[in-house]
T-cell receptor, first 112, second 115 residues
Framework: GENVEQHPSTLSVQEGDSAVIKCTYS??????FPWYKQELGKRPQLIID?????GEKKDQRIAVTLNKTAKHFSLHITETQPEDSAVYFC???????????FGTGTRLTVIP | NAGVTQTPKFQVLKTGQSMTLQCAQD?????MYWYRQDPGMGLRLIYY???????DKGEVPNGYNVSRLNKREFSLRLESAAPSQTSVYFC??????????????FGPGTRLTVT
């Protein structure tokens, strides 16, 4: 089955700096890699995802990169703002199913 | 569209009591899921329903049962609650296209405390 590891578990950055969160996965057949953001007391919400036929995807200040050979993918947030403070989860699918295995989360704090 | 809704928002149970968490979605999604979220452990899948009429175990199914009542509704039942089931429970749904994994939409969560 899939195993997803996420690092770091906590991350503090100054406002305006960049933040990078990394995940590794075990199943080489995995082909979909989403990132969810969860604000305090709220539900997780998808912020960006990437499929295995591309190596990078950007959406304004956020980007995801995928290295299929090394089996890892990363979330990049540039020009961080206080409202980026949240817990971020990566995920990867279980082979042959529509289920996702989630990483253990990264608590990002952006210091004004 | 309300999206994914859950009831109740909060619940306190005594050990041994039973309860059912309700979930409904109005997006005509095929697949529905129940997760629990504990500090430092991310989201762990309890049960899922790939389509109406089917249910399957996830990573942590012990102590729970589910019912896919119809396409819209998927309930989670705790028959005899234990303190280890204190957690935040999230329901989610997804379209489930053939051969593809899709975005999951989450409900607002139910915070359950078992004393």
């Amino acid at each position: 089955g899939e195993n997803v590891e996420q690092h770091p578990s906590t991350l503090s950055v100054q406002e305006g700096d960049s933040a990078v969160i990394k995940c590794t996965y075990s199943d080489s057949a995995s082909n979909y890699f989403p990132w969810y953001k969860q604000e305090l007391g709220k539900r997780p919400q998808l912020i960006i995802d990437i499929r295995s036929n591309v190596g990078e995807k950007k959406d304004q200040r956020i980007a995801v990169t995928l290295n299929k050979t090394a089996k890892h993918f990363s979330l990049h947030i540039t020009e961080t703002q206080p409202e980026d403070s949240a817990v971020y989860f990566c995920a990867a699918p279980k082979t042959g199913a529509n289920n996702l295995f989630f990483g253990t989360g990264t608590r990002l704090t952006v210091i004004p | 569209n309300a999206g994914v809704t859950q009831t109740p928002k909060f619940q306190v149970l005594k050990t041994g009591q039973s309860m059912t968490l309700q979930c409904a979605q109005d997006m005509n999604h095929n697949s529905m899921y129940w997760y629990r979220q504990d500090p430092g452990m991310g989201l762990r899948l309890i049960y899922y329903s790939a389509s109406e009429g089917t249910t399957d175990k996830g990573e942590v199914p012990n102590g729970y049962n589910v019912s896919r009542l119809n396409k819209r509704e998927f309930s989670l039942r705790l028959e005899s609650a234990a303190p280890s089931q204190t957690s935040v429970y999230f329901c989610a749904s997804s379209v489930r296209r053939q051969g593809a994994v899709d975005e999951q939409y989450f409900g607002p969560g139910t915070r359950l405390t078992v004393t």
